[in-house]
């Protein structure tokens, strides 16, 4: 029996029928947490283009880089920080004509305000990693972080939660094109990988300034 009754006729809850009523509902709150997460993926919110003591491309640097070298030769930036994984997917998925600009900026240049890193985990939480541990010690405050479309919302929910609360940080979408089949295939992956953000970022906390980050 789901339930029992009174004398009076009032319903017992059992629990059984406990159980039942929360299991019936994570169908509705499963797609209520797609159609979020979807939203803000397709639309992420605008941010506000300032001045930043550094500019961020996230790998790989396919549309990334190029929009990241613009803000810092637009003035925009006075560093310019490249994420890249020489070995593994920058060079992979950069198309030739923009493999060239990673290669010129991490291979052949020696400006003081470039700086290319390799962050030790291949996630957006390892970039994230390295990226705030750079900022404390070039002792930066603000930091503009270029992006695809799709991976803006996400990032910003990482870095939001991981860098010290004194560092600034905005995230921008660089030009993004996808055929539907790409934008079907990044929407389903970012649902997913939102989930972990999630779980990472409560379990691992915000660095701190006196801190080396716990890479896990």
Not at 4 to 18: E, H, N
Not at 66 to 83: H, Q, R
Request: net charge negative.
């Amino acid at each position: 029996m789901k339930f029992s009754a009174l004398a009076d006729g009032r319903r017992v809850w059992t629990p059984l029928r406990m159980i039942a009523i929360p299991i019936l509902l994570l169908p509705a709150v499963a797609l209520v947490w797609i159609l979020i997460v979807s939203y803000m993926v397709l639309m992420p919110i605008p941010a506000p283009v300032r001045h930043v003591d550094a500019v961020v491309s996230l790998a790989p640097g396919h549309q990334r880089l190029p929009a990241a070298v613009e803000y810092e030769e637009a003035g925009l930036a006075d560093n310019l920080v490249i994420s890249w994984f020489p070995d593994a997917i920058s060079t992979a998925a950069l198309e030739p004509e923009f493999g060239w600009l990673e290669n010129q900026k991490c291979r052949s240049t020696n400006e003081n305000s470039v700086h290319c890193l390799t962050p030790e985990l291949n996630s957006t939480y390892g970039e994230a990693l390295a990226v705030g541990s750079l900022a404390l010690a070039q002792d930066w405050d603000s930091i503009l972080i270029v992006t695809s479309r799709y991976h803006v919302f996400r990032t910003r929910y990482i870095l939001e939660r991981t860098l010290p609360t004194h560092i600034g940080v905005e995230v921008v979408a660089a030009p993004t094109e996808l055929s539907n089949r790409g934008w079907v295939r990044h929407l389903g992956y970012e649902n997913v990988a939102f989930i972990k953000a999630v779980f990472q970022t409560w379990k691992n906390g915000r660095m701190q300034p006196s801190q080396e980050p716990e890479n896990q």
